[in-house]
């Protein structure tokens, strides 16, 4: 016996067989080709509307979101509720997801626009809505996100609960710092 336990060898012969089908079936795919330029749109539309003035706010909440996002992410695949066909990069895979990269960036944004509790859940749930029934489904369609034990409304509750905490986190944090800056 090599000392290796049972449950650590599964996971590396499950690692092994999916980096094995990402370069045989993914890598220099078009589709594959087509989530590299939609992240990286996605990431200069941010850019171009991030407001510099409060550009530590907004990053403090994206890295938050993405704390969350990518925990929310980790356990939906592991409990396989949803599945990610096409990665950019193998070995961690909730990177690359363009709903993950969405959701970052999209309440990021909304974060910026929308400062007060009442315009900041108007405009969450009006984003969990376009996200939830309108971009998932479209972007299962097209192959890049599988539904395997999971609905879309369970998304949208679960977008508009994430960003109201990391909101209130985040707000908190800010709040924080101006006071101590005032002593």
């Known amino acids: ?67 969350t996002a990518l925990g929310i992410n980790e356990y939906g695949e592991e409990l396989t509720l949803w599945e ?41 749930a009006t984003a969990s809505a376009v996200i939830s029934f309108i971009l998932e489904p479209v972007l299962s369609t097209i192959g890049f996100y599988h539904l395997l034990r999971w609905e879309y409304y369970f998304s949208f509750l679960l977008y508009i609960i994430a960003s109201t905490v990391v909101w209130h986190i985040t707000n908190k944090i800010i709040n924080i710092e101006r006071s101590v800056k005032k002593v």
Not at 43 to 64: D, E, F, Q, V
């Open 84 to 124: 990610y066909p096409i990665d950019v990069i193998p070995i961690f895979p909730p990177l690359s997801s363009i709903n993950l990269i969405l959701m970052i960036l999209v309440y990021s944004i909304i974060y910026q626009y929308f400062r007060t509790g009442r315009r900041f859940m108007a405009a969450s």
């Open 1 to 67: 016996m090599s000392g290796i336990p049972k449950d650590v060898e599964i996971q590396k012969q499950l690692t092994e067989l999916h980096l094995e089908h990402w370069v045989n079936n993914v890598v220099f795919h078009p589709k594959w080709w087509l989530l590299i330029i939609l992240l990286i749109l996605l990431w200069i539309i941010w850019w171009k509307t991030a407001m510099r003035a409060g550009l530590r706010g907004i990053c403090l909440y994206a890295g938050l979101m993405s704390i």
